[in-house]
Structures are given as structure tokens and as C-alpha cells.
């Protein structure tokens, strides 16, 4: 991994919007049916001969589930949402997307997608 990955992960796990800092309570040390996941997990790539990646908010290794939580900007830049889901599809994992307000208010419901994505 390199510096400037480092760098930006830490940066985004120091500065976690609190939606994301509610997620990662639920689901850090394996709390949801024993599947542990990663914040802030570098997706790396290459496309037209360059080495490239995504930050994933969350990222499950065993079931090789991205779990994304879009906030307001997210209404702007859906075109570069689907290109991403798309790329990271094409790797072999699958995507799964949370709204901010579905964390803060609906969090019953959120963990029951989770929990029926990581059955899949």
C-alpha cells in the first residue's frame, strides 16, 4: 500500500461522518453473526495501465461484501456511484449502500440487509 493511501485512510477513520461512526459500533470485533469487516478499505486496480483505488467505507473479506454509506454529496455524483459499483462489481465483490439517514434512524432495518447480504 502506498504512502498516499495510508495517509487518506487514516485521515477518513480520524474524521468518520457519524453515521459511519454508528456502523462501525454495530459492526466492529465480528459483532454481527461473527463476520469482520474493514473501515476505510483501499480497493485497488488498474485501468489504462495505471495503478488506482476506491476507499470503501466498510469492506467484509469473507463474503466479499462492500458496504457503502452515501451522505447528501452522494445525490450529486450518482453517475460516479454506479462507474465505482461497476469497477469493484468487476473485481468479484458486491455492493451494498446505506443512506446516512437509514443508519441514524432506521438502523434495525439496515442491520437485517446486512445481515441477509452476508447470507448470500
Not at 11 to 33: G, T, V, Y
Amino acid at each position: 500500500m502506498t504512502e498516499r493511501i495510508t495517509k487518506t485512510l487514516r485521515s477518513l477513520r480520524r474524521n468518520a461522518k457519524p453515521a459511519e461512526a454508528k456502523f462501525w459500533q454495530i459492526i466492529r470485533n465480528r459483532k454481527i453473526d461473527g463476520f469482520r469487516f474493514h473501515r476505510q478499505h483501499p480497493i485497488e486496480f488498474e485501468m489504462d495501465g495505471y495503478k488506482r483505488f476506491f476507499i470503501a467505507d466498510f469492506y467484509c473479506k469473507q463474503r466479499k461484501l462492500v458496504v457503502e454509506i452515501d451522505g447528501g454529496v452522494h445525490e450529486l455524483q450518482r453517475e460516479y456511484d454506479t462507474y465505482r459499483t461497476f469497477i469493484i462489481e468487476h473485481l468479484g465483490m458486491r455492493v451494498i449502500r446505506f443512506t446516512n439517514e437509514e443508519v441514524r434512524f432506521e438502523i434495525e432495518s439496515v442491520v437485517e440487509r446486512l445481515k441477509d447480504n452476508l447470507t448470500l
